[in-house]
């Protein structure tokens, strides 16, 4: 596991990562977009993860940035 992926698992343990939870109305779905180490590198990454949410066509989106822990399902319909 490179150091980078093992530091965002541990802070997804502790409940210190970034996630986004992205809501589309069709379909009808929540996504989970993470763990980030922070927010800042969330926000960079967001967009490419809603463009490519656009283009299968999803739409609209409304996402709220949250400092959790998440497990799986990342996907919930």
Known sequence: MDPIRGLRSFGNNLGLAWW??????????????GPFLTRRSLKLNLSTFEEELLIEGSDPIKHTLVRCKRGEPLTIN
Do not use: D, G, L, V
Not at 20 to 33: M, Q, R, V
């Open 20 to 33: 986004a939870k992205i809501e589309t109305t069709e379909p009808n779905a929540t996504y989970w977009f």
